[in-house]
């Protein structure tokens, strides 16, 4: 058996990753069709697949920021979005509306 193969696979474990986004809130305001999007994201360092045992090292994910950075006044839908690595995630809020 090679020995560089098990090597090679536990480097790529190291570095997958799972991006997944999911709705976190909505109002009841009409999502129009010249809708504008902003996003604001946190960035942690730790044991992010094991716990959640991670800390806040730059940037925050909340709704306010989001719509600021896209010029939002009027908020018709919020989502979250998460990438995780196994030392690292990022997590964004993302804004839609007017």
Known sequence: MNWKLPFVLSAL???????????LQATSVPLPADAKTGQACGHYIGLTSVANTSFLVAGFEDIYRAAQNGNISTISLVDRQSTNYIVY?????IVRGR
């Open 13 to 23: 474990s190291l570095v997958q990753a799972c991006v997944s986004t999911y709705p």
């Open 89 to 93: 995630k990022e997590q964004c809020t």
